[in-house]
């Protein structure tokens, strides 16, 4: 089974989005598994603190490494091969590559952070791969990690109803994804393009490919560049 741990301060956000739908109808039948860890558990003194100043001054609070460690170290077992990792703005773009090898490893441990984020020694001591889910700043790491898990579990087997729905999407082959549509034929003078109803699918495969290519050109030249739009 297919397993996520959450490090947070906000466990009860959990599993919130996570817990209805595609994902929420997989975790309910066991497909994959989410388990939450209060990092305030292994806070400091009586009021349990996980922050505290920045060394250097500036503004804001740190989590602190004594407490992330020790967070840590509690909720990964001597034979956990999960990969560890912290959602972070500074680490590297999520991709459907990513996912898509998250997807098919044992699963994910997933540090949330808060303020303006964690101790640098906790990266490097305990091995953490910082991914980012884009270039804005969230208030903390609990959305991107749901972000993150919901791309994961979609892709597990037995999740997404059509085995095939998950290759011919958006960035699996490099490219955008066609436009769809769906009945009725005509609405506010918008016809659905021809081709999609003449019943020939090879006709159909090589709109759907040009579609594809057009949108891809016209939004995100870049994917082209990296190779995209082969078959
Ligand atoms: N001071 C930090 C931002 C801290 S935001 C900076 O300028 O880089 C607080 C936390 O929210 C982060 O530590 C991270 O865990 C999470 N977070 C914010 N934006 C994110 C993003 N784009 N991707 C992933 N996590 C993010």
């Known amino acids: 089974m297919w397993r996520a741990t959450i490090l947070t301060l906000f466990p009860e956000m959990f599993p919130g989005p996570l817990g209805l739908s595609l994902a929420g109808d997989a975790l309910s039948r066991g497909v994959w598994n989410l388990e939450t860890r209060q990092i305030r558990e292994q806070g400091i003194g009586r009021h349990r603190a996980v922050d ?19 967070a840590l170290d509690a909720a990964i077992a001597a034979d956990d091969t999960r990969p560890r990792l912290l959602m972070s703005p500074r ?3 999520l991709t459907q590559a990513r996912v898509r090898a998250l997807a098919e490893g044992p699963g994910a441990l997933i540090l949330c952070a808060r303020f303006e984020g964690v101790d640098e020694r906790v990266v490097a001591l305990r091995g953490l791969e910082e991914i980012s889910i884009g270039d804005y700043v969230l208030s ?3 959305i ?3 972000a993150l898990i919901d791309a994961c579990v ?13 290759e011919e999407e958006s960035f699996e082959n490099g490219l ?52 995209g739009g082969k078959r």
């Open 140 to 142: 903390g790491g609990e």
């Open 52 to 70: 505290d100043t920045p060394a250097g001054g500036g503004p804001g609070m740190v989590m602190r490494a004594d407490v992330l460690c020790a």
């Open 144 to 146: 991107a990690a749901m």
């Open 91 to 93: 680490g590297a773009p």
């Open 154 to 166: 979609r892709l597990l087997p037995g999740v997404m109803g059509e085995e095939a729905s998950g």
């Open 176 to 227: 955008l994804e066609y436009p769809h549509y769906t009945r009725p034929r005509l609405f506010e003078g918008l016809e659905i393009p021809p081709v999609l109803l003449s019943g020939d699918h090879g006709a159909v495969a090589r709109w759907r490919h040009e579609k594809s290519l057009e949108l891809t050109r016209a939004r995100r030249p870049e994917l082209l560049a990296k190779g």
